[in-house]
């Protein structure tokens, strides 16, 4: 059974930091690629970052390019995104996304709120 379990959500100020991390098991890690996904309210989820299986590469959202980093650790099966300045808007559902096949596995979400 595969499961993705995401947490570090949290409430912050902007400019704020947060951490967030996914915890993978069922399946074998190290061979797939990862992503973070993010849906606000009313709106549509959005692909914030990616990274290859091995974590030699990762892509951005231009929203998020150079305050989020994607990372990975494949001894611990885990996937990380690391949030800096952050801002309201960054306000979302963040989740981890196991790209396996067309649609791949999902965690149940971990809420991300912005504000003062």
């Known amino acids: 059974q595969v499961q993705l379990v995401e947490s570090g959500g949290d409430l912050v100020q902007p400019g704020g930091s947060l951490r967030l991390s996914c915890a993978v098991s069922g399946l074998i890690f190290k061979i797939y690629p990862m992503r973070w996904y993010r849906q606000a309210p009313g709106k549509e989820r959005e692909l914030v970052a990616s990274i290859t299986n091995t974590g030699g590469g990762t892509n951005y959202a231009n929203s998020v390019k150079g305050r989020f980093t994607i990372s990975r650790d494949n001894a611990k099966n885990t996937v990380y995104l690391q949030m800096n300045s952050l801002k309201p808007d960054d306000t979302a559902v963040y989740y981890c996304?196991?790209?396996?096949?067309?649609?791949?596995?999902w965690g149940q979400g971990t809420q991300v709120t912005v504000a003062s």
């Open positions: 996304n196991a790209v396996v096949g067309a649609d791949g596995y």
